[in-house]
């Protein structure tokens, strides 16, 4: 569905960009993950049509960003809304700009507003809104026209329970239905929840890019026992399962707690950051 | 099962369609933040009539003076109108948001500007009317000409406007050069003093100000000189399509990550 190839983006004497390739099926959502100013941003904005890349080659289902506008639902980094103007407006507007009418419109709304849990505020105007509230009709204005493929740049960033739920539920349904889709985020446990494909972004290129299991299949996890209420035994392992029970056939001492700790994004995420450093 | 749902339509239809969805929604916010509308257009109203009597008396024709005069200086005003409505996109950060829709740049521009140009039109023409009914401005004998001066002046407006909110970076520059630029512009065109009486390094300087030209075809629009309005209005729309076209060309690119205060 979206194909990036080699993307050189140059800002001045920074290269937000250099060499970025990713591409996105069908169905599949990909984890975007990275640092401040790795070029993920960047990327959303080149395949939105807002930004031109230097170099490389952008394809959304074989056509160009310019003409797959379209095609695509972008929830921006940043809240861009107009305070003075109702959820529901803010609806209308970007459903009718996709080409959406009358009943069609209104359908697509009112679904939205039900999955995204905006029904209570659909008139409200979304400079009184919470942040949470904003968030998801942003992410709303994205979704209404059931765009083939959505970009959502850190759709949760500063949201409430809620809100994370709420979007988590919507990207995983449009997922399912088909749409590819882009997730960038600093919360990791999102892209476990979503079984989202990962690829992360350091220096304006894809450093690794795969299923999350494999990613994480050989990151230490931990296994911490505490005997007599005590004493703790803390071992670093790539299989905690074994190392317990291992464990738990060396003690003799009653065991009070035992705490398993498998291995997570973040680890990954520091296991990485500390071999590219390297 | 993932559908696009957006029935296709012939391409002229879409456009029109996603042009009224732009303007619709860009008149709502003008009518949800009505406060510069309103001053724009009562301001003048009470200075015309406070100032009426004194040009009169000065004045062979003064009520066409103060009249069109005032109307000029407050449409100049209404720059700001349009400057920040633009700059607003910009610091909602809307206008990139709007820029990965469906619709080109030029859709996006002329749905923007066409509430504000139409609230420029229904400025000058009260202020117009109100000149005639209260301030005894003569009836001009040929309405339509009066109307296609203040659509002339009006898009040279807009398109000042639009440009100069592609420059700034804040709503407070934005002020400060609409206010004093409007102030200092229609003041050198004769909009508050007849240009006849002024000393003579500012009649030159009058040519360089866009309210000049403005108020020359006014007046002439309103003793119906259909010959007279040609020259200024001919100046006029070359400063629009100028600063219109440079307008859209910064439009239509964005402003990127920076530049705001």
């Not at chain 1, 749409?179 to 690794?208: C, D, F, Q």
């Not at chain 1, 009653?254 to 680890?267: F, G, K, M, W």
């Not at chain 2, 009317?129 to 001009?140: E, K, N, R, S, T």
Request: charged share 20%.
């Amino acid at each position: 569905m979206l194909v990036a190839t080699d993307l050189v983006k140059r800002y001045g004497d920074v290269r937000a960009l250099d060499g970025f390739t990713l591409s996105v099926a069908a169905g599949e959502i990909v984890g975007l993950l990275g640092h401040n100013g790795a070029g993920k941003t960047t990327f959303v904005e080149i395949v939105s049509h807002l930004v031109r890349p230097d170099g490389g080659r952008v394809t959304i289902d074989g056509r160009s960003p310019s003409a797959a506008r379209g095609e695509v639902g972008v929830a921006p980094q940043h809240l861009a809304l107009y305070p003075s103007v109702t959820v529901r407006e803010h609806l209308e507007l970007y459903g009718r700009l996709a080409g959406l009418r009358r009943a069609a419109l209104r359908e697509a709304i009112e679904e939205l507003a039900v999955v995204l849990r905006l029904t209570e505020i659909m008139d409200r105007r979304t400079g009184r809104l919470s942040g949470g509230q904003q968030r998801r009709t942003q992410a709303a204005g994205a979704l209404v026209h059931r765009p083939r493929l959505l970009l959502l740049d850190e759709p949760t960033a500063g949201a409430d329970l809620e809100t994370r739920q709420a979007m988590l539920d919507v990207v995983r349904q449009r997922a399912g239905e088909g749409a590819a889709v882009v997730y960038t985020t600093h919360y990791l446990p999102e892209l476990t929840e979503l079984r989202a494909t990962i690829a992360v972004a350091r220096s304006g290129r894809i450093i690794v890019r795969g299923a999350c299991d494999e990613l994480l299949r050989d990151l230490p996890g931990e296994v911490r026992v505490t005997l007599d209420g005590e004493e703790e035994i803390t071992v670093s392992t790539a299989d905690p399962a074994a190392a317990l029970i291992d464990l738990l056939g060396r003690v003799s001492r009653p065991v009070t707690a035992v705490d398993v700790r498998n291995p997570s994004l973040d680890d990954l995420y520091r296991s990485l950051a500390v071999t590219h450093a390297a | 099962m993932l559908l696009d749902t957006a029935p296709r339509r012939s391409g002229v239809l879409d456009a029109l369609h996603r042009i009224g969805a732009l303007a619709r929604h860009n008149l709502i916010i003008r009518l949800r933040d009505p406060g510069q509308m309103i001053s724009y257009v009562a301001m003048p109203m009470v200075l015309m009539l406070v100032l009426k009597p004194l040009y009169v008396r000065a004045l062979d024709q003064g009520a066409a003076q103060v009249a069109t005069g005032l109307m000029v200086m407050f449409s100049v005003f209404a720059i700001s109108m349009a400057g920040n409505a633009i700059l607003s996109e910009r610091t909602w950060r809307t206008w990139d948001r709007l820029r990965a829709s469906r619709a080109p740049a030029s859709e996006l521009l002329i749905g923007k500007t066409l509430p504000l140009f139409a609230v420029m039109i229904a400025q000058q023409v009260i202020l117009i009317v109100y000149g005639c009914l209260a301030i005894g401005l003569p009836v001009p004998p040929s309405p339509p000409l009066v109307l296609l001066a203040i659509v002339i002046w009006a898009f040279a407006l807009l398109s000042l406007g639009a440009a100069l909110a592609t420059l700034v970076r804040s709503h407070g520059e934005l002020s400060v050069i609409t206010d004093v630029g409007a102030l200092t512009l229609s003041a050198l065109g004769g909009a508050l003093v007849p240009l006849s009486i002024m000393p003579g390094w500012a009649q030159t300087a009058a040519h360089a100000s866009p309210g000049y030209y403005a108020l020359d075809m006014m007046q002439a629009a309103v003793r119906g000189d259909a010959a007279g309005i040609a020259p200024s209005a001919a100046v006029l729309l070359a400063l629009g399509l100028a600063a219109g076209a440079f307008a859209a060309r910064r439009l239509a690119r964005g402003w990127g990550r920076g530049g705001l205060l």
